[in-house]
């Protein structure tokens, strides 16, 4: 199953017990459909860049909340009923590209070697580089010791 996060644009005046709800309702619909949440991050208020007009007024906070699920791909289909949620400015689910889990995530080196090919070599460095104003103009400034 691919790895997908969801991210949920609440309203600002929605209270935590009604946002868990919400985040608890969409965790039970991946159940369902045999998908794990694997992670749940609430990034608090947030200021938006725009106002996000609804029923009650146009928005320019909201509580952004994502949630990163291994569910099938019929789940990013089946999740438009979020549309008539009234607590939500907006929503969104995206998919993980090139995501390693189960066995090929086992034997994977875990990026140990990654920095490896950024090490500077030493032919990279030659004297082009060197400033060519870099004398030593100490007696240029004046220093008073005490």
Same mark, same amino acid.
């Given at each position: 199953?691919?790895?997908? +996060? ?9 209270? *935590? /017990? ?6 608890? &309702? ?14 749940? *991050? ?15 007024? !146009? ?14 791909? =019929?789940?990013? @289909?089946?999740?438009?009923?979020? #549309? @008539? /949620? +009234? !607590? ?8 993980? &590209? ?13 990026? *140990? $070697?990654?920095?490896?090919?950024? &090490?500077? #070599? =030493? =032919?990279?460095?030659?004297? /082009? ?7 030593? +103009? +100490?007696?240029? $400034? ?5």
């Amino acid at each position: 199953m691919p790895l997908y +996060d969801c991210m949920l644009l609440l309203k600002p005046l929605v209270t *935590k /017990e009604s946002a868990a709800e919400l985040v608890a &309702r969409v965790a039970r619909r991946a159940y369902q459909r045999n998908g794990v949440v694997t992670d749940l *991050k609430s990034f608090g208020k947030v200021h938006l860049g725009y106002g996000i007009r609804k029923l009650d007024g !146009r928005h320019f906070q909201g509580q952004l909340m994502q949630m990163t699920m291994m569910v099938p791909p =019929s789940f990013t @289909k089946e999740a438009h009923y979020l #549309n @008539k /949620e +009234d !607590r939500l400015l907006r929503w969104l689910v995206v998919k993980h &590209r090139d995501a390693v889990y189960g066995l090929e995530f086992i034997n994977e080196d875990d990026g *140990k $070697y990654e920095m490896d090919s950024f &090490r500077p #070599n =030493s =032919s990279s460095v030659k004297d /082009e580089d060197v400033d060519e104003y870099d004398d030593d +103009d +100490d007696d240029e $400034y004046k220093v008073e010791r005490e």
